[in-house]
């Protein structure tokens, strides 16, 4: 049985392995001689994957018995896809497989010989450039406090206010028991050319009057003027002007649209006209949702304190030593600002979060949590913190939805490596529409969550509202090369050299294409500059498999002395 054994074939696709998101996915397919199927033994094929100081990791068994197999050419074949996580420590592993004859009466085992089936992992599909960055609201506190504006949003061809998650009904009511002199509310109210009662504007404007007088009469006691003034139109023109002007859109799909919009003058007929456009389907995604919407503008004007007594009211409420309305929201908002330390802003910002309940406390305080997190060297910890920063900025959204604040959010699922999460994230703040820089960033990182899900067509997809930037260039590159398309892999990491020309991500990469392509000149000319803008891609060149058939060539080597 065991010289019987000796006989299998053993087949990975690819080999070597390479990584698809956060999995090295394969194929393996085993045959074994038929002799070897028998009732008095049982015969199992163990793969696992050696890796590191004697470490293994089981992944499946081939249980070669009657019903489990097929028979390819008279001999027992079975044939799965299989995967097991991916780590970087893992790079330099080897993928075995191993038989077991069982005998069926005594249960005697016997190992048949290791086999090594597959050596190390490909990583290129890591080399995803992604972005992530979150920064605090800036701070507005100063002499005349600012507006506060609070954006509601409607569901199609409907005016009635929201009051469950995606309201900010909690945070209107909160301004509407702030003690000041006087209030001027603004009510500015649109409504997407395909809504059918062209009144929407009209109603969702004095449904907030009305919800907001109501709620006036009932909470405030302290006889504060209120002035409420609502506008509205509805000619939607305008409003869908700027927002394809700002839109994530091609230049040319946004000309075309501005040039439909001028054209039909009638709007009721706008959005029939609208739907020959390319980017129609984009419209209705992302730009219609938008526009069933109503902006509230509240202004009042406070007393300012000195900085200093600010930060010390401040260090005494979240001690609980006085009480939390000794300062206002912006007043709290601001004495995080003063000091530098993460750990007091956390401790300011959840003092915020108690005595405000407001939308920038708990956005602010999730972006302490993810600074602290990125901080972080311990991996539960730090996973421990990303937790708590989505905790908040959920609240956060919940209170203001929009792009700005969701794409905070997914980024927080996406460090924290909860992909699904991330994307429905990244894809409803795409739908919330933004200006253009948001827009492109968000769709940036959306292609890069979806590279690393190995989702390349939706990757293409998100890029093509990314802009002209370097990580967009870089994540083409990637797609295209992953793809074998090594032509077009080149281009794209030419032009990602165009925005940073002496950036080793960019010509590591020019190189690996080099690699696979046999192109020794592109290898080395790119090599070489990576090595002498990063030296430590020294040592990665030489691990790395992409470079394993040049490592004894000249060329190779002379590139690697820089």
Known sequence: MSRLAKKQKVLVTPNPLTTSGDQVEFELKATVPARLIQ????????????YGDQQREDIVTYNFRFGEFIYERGKPTMTRQLAFPYSPKKNNGRLMAQGRIINAKTKEIKHTAPLQVATG????????????????????????AKPALLEFFFEQDKAELRNYVGSNLDILNQYILDNADAQHVKVYATQSPDEKDKTLAEDRAKAIEEYYRERLAMLDYTGKKVNIRTRFTRDIRDVLTQKVQRSALPKEQVDELLSIINQETDPDKLDKALQKAEAYNYLQLYIYPSMRAATVEINYQLNRRSDYEIYLLAKRIAQQKVKADELTEDELHYAATLTPLLAEKRELYEAAVKSTNKWPAYYNLGTVYIEMAQKEYRPAVKL????????????????????????????????????????ENYKYAIKLGGKEEVLNKIFADKAALEIEMGLYNEAIESLRYAGDNYQTNMNMGLIYMLKENYEGAARYYNRALTHKPEDAHANYSMAVVGARSNNEQMLTEHLRKAVKSDPELIRKAVEDIEFRAWHRKPSFEEALLR
């Open 39 to 50: 009732e008095k033994y049982a015969y199992k094929l163990d793969i696992y994957y050696e």
């Open 121 to 144: 992992i490909v990583t290129t599909p890591q080399a995803v450039v992604r972005n992530n960055t979150i920064t605090f609201i800036p701070d507005n506190y100063d002499a005349e």
């Open 384 to 423: 421990a913190l990303l937790k708590k920063a989505i905790h908040n900025l959920t609240f956060a959204g919940y209170r203001n939805p929009s792009s700005s604040v969701f794409y905070s959010l997914a980024s927080a699922y996406h460090l924290s490596n909860q992909k699904q999460e991330a994307l």
